[in-house]
């Protein structure tokens, strides 16, 4: 038996969860793959039945599980609430408290979709790349002051900041992404302004000592930014810390046009947990119309990497390709002359091909 916490969390949410666990059964159905599944409160949702967004008992309940199925949190309502108790708090703590130090974030566009992306069709056709960012380090847990008075006017700071250790271990396993893939890592940083960013390139350079079958270039940031617009197909694997990471995965992941197919992992020492990159869409929540695919395609990274069932995982993206190839359209990918379908009936089209 393999226990899957799923933590719906806040808007969206909800939907896209009970969605990918419907898909889950389906596969599981089919193959024996003998899954149980426990659900718990996150982000906002839980700052209002408990006031705190990551209540002790759900991230006890990651650490024992053998995954966790994540949907998605925040949202305007809790624009007021303190700094440290804001929804995005809880997948915060869930990636230090269970040292999920790496996230991957594959960019693959299908064929089918090719006329969605907003650039030319020869540009996106093909791209197949992996975005991996350091998840648990780096300016998003520095050290920070929310408001301070220097000289006279307020301020407020965040520090970035990035040891060794830290940058050896994501550049390792990006090393071995690339190694099974096309043998082409790309590291990301701002070199030529960031000390962070000079430690970052240094450490790199060093550990591609041992992996000579990868052929290894740098880029600045911002350099890679336009690149993703210009030439995304010269990526393969791309290997940056935790801001660019976030700048640059919501970027390529429209390359395949729309956020909401786009599924990731995020790797760490215990429990691995598993989300779609997009957020929690307060304004279409309820509404049936959500986009369920990145949380599937998340799903299907979860019986992957979690839990090896590598024949599942195939069954759930190939139907999603089907379905898609069938012409069925959530609202974010609809188009003239395609079938037009809402949260439940991509389900079930999902559910029906597996
Ligand atoms: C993401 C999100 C999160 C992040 C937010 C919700 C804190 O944008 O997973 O990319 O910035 O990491
Ligand atoms: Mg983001």
Known sequence: MSKIVVIPGDGIGKE??????????????????????????????AYDKFGVPLPDETLE????????????????????????????????????????????????????????????????????????????GGIYFGDRCESEIKDGAERAWDL??????????????????????RGKLTSVDKANV??????????????????????LNHLYVDNCAMQLCVNPKQF????????????????????????GLMPSASIGELTSLYEPIH???????????????????????????????EEAAKAIESAIDQTLADGFRTADIYSDGFKKIGTEQATQEICSRI
């Open 160 to 181: 970035e900041n990035y040891s060794v250790p830290e940058i050896e271990r994501i550049t390792k396993l990006a090393f071995e992404t690339a190694k099974i893939r």
């Open 61 to 136: 309940a990651c650490k024992k599980a053998d995954a966790v199925l994540f949907g998605a949190v925040g949202g305007n309502k809790w624009d007021n609430v303190k700094a440290e108790l804001r929804p995005e708090r809880a997948i915060l703590g869930l990636r230090k408290g269970l040292g999920l130090y790496a996230n991957l974030r594959p960019v693959k566009v299908v064929d089918s979709l090719v006329g969605n992306s907003p650039l030319k069709p020869e540009l996106v056709k093909g791209v197949d790349l992996v975005i991996v960012r350091e998840l648990v």
């Open 236 to 259: 393969d694997v791309i290997v940056t810390g935790n801001l660019f990471g976030d700048i640059l995965s919501d970027e390529a992941a429209v390359i395949g046009g729309s956020i």
């Open 194 to 215: 960031l000390a962070t960013s000079r430690l970052w390139r240094r450490t790199v350079t060093k550990i591609a000592e041992n992996f000579n079958d990868v052929e």
């Open 279 to 309: 957020g929690s869409a307060p304004d279409i929540a309820g509404k049936g119309i959500a986009n369920p695919m990145g949380t599937i395609l998340s799903a299907a990274m979860l019986l992957r990497y979690s839990l090896h069932a």
């Open 16 to 45: 896209i969860t009970e969605s990918a666990v419907e898909v889950l059964k389906t596969v599981d159905k089919k193959l024996n793959l003998d899954l149980e599944y426990e659900f718990h409160d996150a982000g906002g949702t």
